[in-house]
Nanobody, 124 residues
Framework: QVQLVESGGGLVQAGGSLRLSCAAS????????MGWFRQAPGKEREFVAA????????YYADSMKGRFTISRDNAKNTVYLQMDSLKPEDTAVYYC?????????????????WGQGTQVTVSS
């Protein structure tokens, strides 16, 4: 079955960096667009970033542009989220998701598979 496993979360001070990874199995990874989403306590899950099947196209939420970078390695079936200049408001559980068709999108309903999430906590 399809599995998406996130890692790399943790506690970091404001201004610091983290790199999240999401390892995929059970699907033809290079055929899927991948996305990152996050959910802060008491808030709805929101779009963070997405990347096309080839990595040639990326898409970011406005508040993450310039601070977050999504990338992928199809040989390793892994998608990454590099997060720099972190702020306390970035504290959330971060989820990766896989979307058929291979084109990036911000709509959660477009994604077929989801990971369990990894906690990111940014202290002030």
């Amino acid at each position: 079955q399809v599995q998406l496993v996130e890692s790399g979360g943790g506690l970091v001070q404001a201004g610091g960096s983290l790199r999240l990874s999401c390892a995929a199995s059970g699907l033809t990874f290079s055929s899927y667009a991948m996305g990152w989403f996050r959910q802060a306590p008491g808030k709805e899950r929101e779009f963070v970033a997405a990347i096309s099947w080839s990595g040639g196209s990326t898409y970011y939420a406005d508040s993450m542009k310039g601070r977050f970078t999504i990338s992928r390695d199809n040989a390793k079936n892994t998608v990454y989220l590099q997060m720099d200049s972190l702020k306390p408001e970035d504290t959330a559980v971060y989820y990766c998701a896989a979307k058929r068709n291979g084109l990036p999108a911000k709509e959660q309903m477009s994604y077929s598979y989801w990971g369990q999430g990894t906690q990111v906590t940014v202290s002030s």
